[in-house]
């Protein structure tokens, strides 16, 4: 979508707050009044969320935004959420509402993205989960013959039908031409998911399968410089965890 970004100067009060927060520092004062100095605009929106008098207006988008009530995000539940997560690999056999999904799929959305490029994608798999799994599998099993005998690990490695999505009802695949934009918004979502007591499993796997094979990738529209940058398997945890995991020292400098 095209949008444009126009200051209204009857409602500027020429405070220079957006001046100030701009990241590509594209406003400036001119006759007391806040302007635009060219089209290196990022749409981040910035200066319309910091704006006291919402004197910014930027077109093009499906919904206005939302004022913020003030919250205060609780630092141990936070950290209780951060340490009690844990890889899901065995889920219920139990359907996820659309509300829920819709609302993972937000939680990516707001996601921060080098210089705001929003350039993520998704890909929900429900009714062609099985479809794409079996051709992940076909590969795997061809891949993992010719490497067992080379590997103690591969050597115990059994690939069955559900090896990548375990059963879970839905995968959400997500892709972007960048690494890092696409992991953050995973993370964003897989929070999300664990906010409804699902479970996550990040399918590495899965994601590596996808971006080797033709039937994945034409199934998934996959073009030009974008990649599956990791899988998302979701649903209702069919275990229960009862300690957090042991973790090893963080290797930190400050200097
Ligand atoms: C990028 C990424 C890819 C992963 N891929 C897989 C995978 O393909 N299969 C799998 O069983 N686990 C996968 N995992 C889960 C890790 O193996 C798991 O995080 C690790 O065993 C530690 O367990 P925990 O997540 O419960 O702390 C992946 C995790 C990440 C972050």
Do not use: W
Request: proline residues 3%; positive net charge.
């Amino acid at each position: 979508m095209k949008h444009s970004i126009m200051i209204n100067k009857e409602l500027c009060i020429s405070c220079s707050i957006c001046v100030k927060d701009c990241p590509v520092s594209n406003i400036e004062i001119k006759d007391k009044k806040a302007q635009i100095i060219s089209d290196s605009c990022l749409f981040c929106s910035h200066c319309k969320a910091i704006c006291p008098k919402d004197a910014i207006e930027i077109t093009g988008y499906s919904e206005d935004v939302e004022d913020i009530d003030k919250f205060l995000l609780n630092s141990s539940d936070l950290m209780k959420a951060i340490k009690t997560r844990r890889t899901i690999r065995n889920f219920k056999d139990e359907k996820i509402s659309n509300e829920i999904i819709e609302n993972i799929i937000e939680a990516g959305i707001y996601a921060p993205t080098a210089r705001n490029n929003q350039d993520v994608s998704y890909v929900i798999l429900d009714n062609k989960k099985d479809e794409l799994e079996s051709y992940a599998v076909n590969m795997f099993r061809k891949i993992i013959k010719f490497f067992k005998p080379f590997s103690k690990s591969l050597k115990r490695m059994e690939i069955d039908d559900k090896f990548f999505f375990k059963g879970a009802p839905i995968v959400i695949v997500i892709i972007s031409p960048n690494k890092i934009n696409g992991a953050i918004a995973a993370q964003n979502m897989a929070f999300m998911a664990e906010s409804y007591d699902l479970g996550v499993l990040y399918s590495g796997l899965f994601s590596v399968a996808a971006n080797k094979n033709k039937k994945i990738k034409r199934a998934l529209e996959l073009t030009g410089k974008n990649k599956v940058v990791t899988t998302l398997v979701i649903g209702y945890p069919a275990v229960k965890y009862h300690r957090i995991a042991y973790k090893e020292d963080a290797k930190v400098l400050r200097k």
